[in-house]
């Protein structure tokens, strides 16, 4: 959290629900994409986070669908530092009546345990005692090449380009899409109040005076 809000000048212009949020939320859109939402509500808080860098420690709301559909949704960027993960742990859940889908991300499948203090994946210079192997989001460096998601998706991206095949990634228009719902959430936060979907540029136009 600390990291991404010295990399901004702006620290209006992020948050946990933007940077980590999305990811879940991506998730949830992809399985719900039959769905419209209408509404999000969400509240914020920054005990933490706010004295230090005028940061957010915490988001959490409800999306609702245009069926009644809900969606809650919480992301906390204020765990202690001694927390094991390498930049975050996903927990989803999906219901339905007629199925369940739920995803464990938190990498506590492959723990290490030492009184040797490692170095942290996003951090090298940092150390601690306990780590979450495999929580590196990007994935992890072995014999001398990085293995994992961000080379599965840079693959898929380049064969795309060469050879036309099929990608997993995201298009332009979703990406847009679940940035702005992020930013729903925080407006909502912000202005304490529900706000209807899809935010329009009135909106939008509103959230930059309150954060400017």
Known sequence: ALDNYRRTDDPAQIS???????????????????????????RSIDKALGPICNGIDATAGTITFDDGSLYHASISWALPIVWPAAVYSLDVGIVGTEGVLTIDDTHRDIVLATTL???EGYAPDSTRCVDFLG?????DVALGELRG??????EQWLNRLAMGLPTQ?????????????????DLSARLK???????????????RMATG
């Open 117 to 119: 203090a490692q170095g």
């Open 149 to 154: 998601p961000m080379r599965e998706e840079t």
């Open 135 to 139: 929580s590196y989001p990007p994935g």
């Open 169 to 185: 990634h995201a298009t332009a228009e979703e990406a847009h899409d679940r940035l702005m719902l992020t930013k729903a959430f």
């Open 16 to 42: 946990p629900m933007v940077i980590s949020g999305t990811h879940a939320l991506d998730i949830v859109m992809w399985m719900l994409e039959a769905k419209r939402p209408v509404e999000i509500y969400a």
């Open 193 to 207: 109040r529900a706000i209807a979907l899809p935010l329009g540029a009135r909106v939008e136009k509103q959230h």
